[in-house]
């Protein structure tokens, strides 16, 4: 249920390009909203001039279909802005999501938690989350991220237009939210609170006996 400091923290000197950086990590099936996240790509390259780059990580069963659409679509565009980067080692994972400015989390599964919305969040990367599940628990609209409708890859390209438009200084503020609003979840003080309930348990019973 935690993230591990040492490799997820937030990027000291973040820097604001002109190019909007959008990643997803997932188990690639179909219920983890990598169509969506394709389409809502093609939606921002269809309609708007916000110079956008999206990358895909991950694995699984439709791995190969992802390697298809995307080679599909960056045919179809004459460019790859549009990049399936296949798996990548839980140690590196921390670099990727330092090197984004959005995290898209468009699962269609009610998430109880939902581990990569935190471990970018605690990169300082800003979520653009499904609001199902747990992760509303965590993710506030415009605050350190922005909550989407699931299986509506409309409300993606939506939110990274609604990031495009903020100033930099409104950037940075969503940056430095997105970091501190997973403070509890750091691996050591869930051990703490988790050390609580179990003496508070323990103190209960014994004070039955």
């Known amino acids: 249920m935690g993230y591990d400091e040492q490799y997820f923290y937030p990027e000291t000197n973040r820097t604001y390009d002109e190019t909007i950086k959008v990643g997803f990590v997932a188990r690639l099936t179909e219920k983890k909203g990598w169509r969506d996240f394709i389409a809502a ?4 390259r269809a309609q708007t001039d916000i110079d956008v780059q999206f990358q895909l990580v991950g694995y699984g069963i439709d791995a190969e279909k992802v ?11 004459g ?8 798996k990548k080692a839980p140690d590196t994972l921390g670099d990727f999501y330092r090197s984004l400015d959005l995290f898209a989390f468009p699962t269609q599964y009610f998430e109880s938690f939902g581990l990569v919305g935190i471990e970018s969040l605690a990169c300082g990367t800003p979520v653009i989350g499904s609001d199902i599940g747990g992760i509303p628990s965590y993710l506030t609209d415009g605050e350190n991220g922005f909550l989407i409708e699931p299986e509506n890859a409309n409300d993606i390209a939506q939110a990274v237009i609604k990031y495009s438009q903020l100033d930099e200084i409104h950037k940075q503020k969503m940056h430095e939210r997105a970091t501190e609003s997973v403070t509890p979840y750091e691996n050591d003080q869930v051990a703490a609170n988790l050390q609580h309930v179990f003496e508070r348990v323990i103190r209960k019973e014994w004070g039955h006996a």
């Open 67 to 77: 390697s298809e659409q995307v080679a599909a679509v960056n045919q179809k565009l």
């Open 41 to 44: 790509y093609e939606i921002l």
């Open 79 to 86: 460019d790859e802005k549009l990049q399936f980067l296949g």
